[in-house]
């Protein structure tokens, strides 16, 4: 019984903190990420390399609230190469060409609730 109460407290714990400042679990790339009344902003940096490369960017999942931003620039840049937003259900495949160089794929959550699996990655396209 007094496992159950702590349990209870401890969920009801991170329900507060999740409704006041806003939750994340998970890993990306690698697994969904699920976030609870989530904003934050998270830069991941690329290298470009070889002939005619490009950076490829999957998003898949739900957000009942808030929305998705993904960004592609080239690092140390301010303007962006491309922008896309995501609100309730979405599953899309991005295609980026780019030049030889530093590129940042940049996610931005605000006021985000729900699911989402990201993966990004450089590749080259050789043929």
């Known amino acids: 019984m007094r496992t159950l109460i702590v349990l209870a407290l401890i969920a009801a ?15 990306a790339p690698f697994t969904p990420v699920f976030y609870w ?8 940096p690329l290298r470009a390399t070889g002939i005619r490369p490009f950076v ?11 929305s998705l931003e993904v960004e592609i ?3 140390g840049q301010a303007t962006p190469g491309l922008v896309r937003r995501y609100q309730g259900r979405f599953s899309d495949e991005l295609r980026y060409p780019v030049e ?22 450089m590749a080259r396209n050789e043929f």
């Open 56 to 66: 490829k960017v999957v998003v898949a999942g739900e957000l009942r609230k808030g």
């Open 13 to 27: 714990g991170v329900y507060l903190y999740a409704e006041r400042f806003g939750l994340a679990v998970g890993y």
């Open 73 to 75: 620039r080239r690092s």
């Open 100 to 121: 030889t160089g530093l590129y940042e794929v940049v996610f931005r959550l605000k006021e985000a609730r729900g699911q989402v699996r990201m993966d990004w990655v």
């Open 37 to 44: 009344n989530h904003s934050g902003e998270v830069v991941y």
